[in-house]
T-cell receptor, first 118, second 114 residues
Framework: GAVVSQHPSRVICKSGTSVKIECRSLDFQATTMFWYRQFPKKSLMLMATSNEGSKATYEQGVEKDKFLINHASLTLSTLTVTSAHPEDSSFYIC??????????????FGPGTRLTVL | GENVEQHPSTLSVQEGDSAVIKCTYSDSASNYFPWYKQELGKGPQLIIDIRSNVGEKKDQRIAVTLNKTAKHFSLHITETQPEDSAVYFCAAREGYSSASKIIFGSGTRLSIRP
């Protein structure tokens, strides 16, 4: 249980286009999902916290108009990279919070989406 | 905000030997410390975690220790195997809720020499 999927797994786009990445919790509901960005050989940097039915909370330095987040249901959050540029090329990873029982509140991570902007 | 530091950045050990990765955190309010393993091109996978009311936790070949006073926590892998080769991240979270954000360390690239 507690599987998180992402779609697409890889995407290549032209500069100036927008790209949408989906994050789904397959067998549980998640009121909170998180979006991370990871550069090669670097750590995961939290971009924003996505709350179902409300606006996302962005970390300092992350442009909310550049990275649009929508959490329309308890199993789906989307990240849209608007007007993508080569510097937006990265590995984007989502996670979903799940209550697993007494004293077990975990985050489960998706497999990631590699975005390449030409 | 929370800051997590992790050492070493790379670690190479002989198969069968032990590997130790150390982390420190800055926010005394953090009370949950997960460890993740990330293989190339994949998302992180939780391998073990520890809460602040526990000093040590073990799961087969993996153990984690926590010194809350010193704000240190460590991952110990014994009897290392080739499949242990990966990047390992420590992390810290403030709060027991799964809605609380997790802050990651910089990662340790572990290589197991055959």
């Amino acid at each position: 249980g507690a599987v998180v999927s992402q779609h697409p797994s890889r995407v290549i786009c032209k500069s100036g286009t927008s790209v949408k990445i989906e994050c789904r919790s397959l067998d549980f509901q998640a009121t909170t999902m998180f979006w991370y960005r990871q550069f090669p050989k670097k750590s995961l940097m939290l971009m924003a916290t996505s709350n179902e039915g409300s606006k996302a909370t962005y970390e300092q330095g992350v442009e909310k108009d550049k990275f649009l987040i929508n959490h329309a249901s308890l199993t789906l959050s989307t990240l849209t990279v608007t007007s993508a540029h080569p510097e937006d090329s990265s590995f984007y990873i989502c996670s979903a919070g799940a209550y697993r029982g007494r004293d077990r509140n975990e985050q489960f991570f998706g497999p990631g989406t590699r975005l390449t902007v030409l | 905000g929370e800051n997590v530091e992790q050492h070493p950045s790379t670690l190479s050990v002989q198969e069968g030997d032990s590997a130790v990765i150390k982390c420190t955190y800055s926010d005394s309010a953090s009370n949950y410390f997960p460890w993740y393993k990330q293989e190339l091109g994949k998302g992180p996978q939780l391998i073990i975690d520890i809460r602040s009311n526990v000093g040590e936790k073990k799961d087969q070949r993996i153990a984690v220790t926590l010194n809350k006073t010193a704000k240190h926590f460590s991952l110990h892998i014994t009897e290392t195997q080739p499949e242990d080769s990966a990047v390992y991240f420590c992390a810290a979270r403030e709060g027991y809720s799964s809605a609380s954000k997790i802050i990651f360390g910089s990662g340790t690239r572990l290589s197991i020499r055959p």
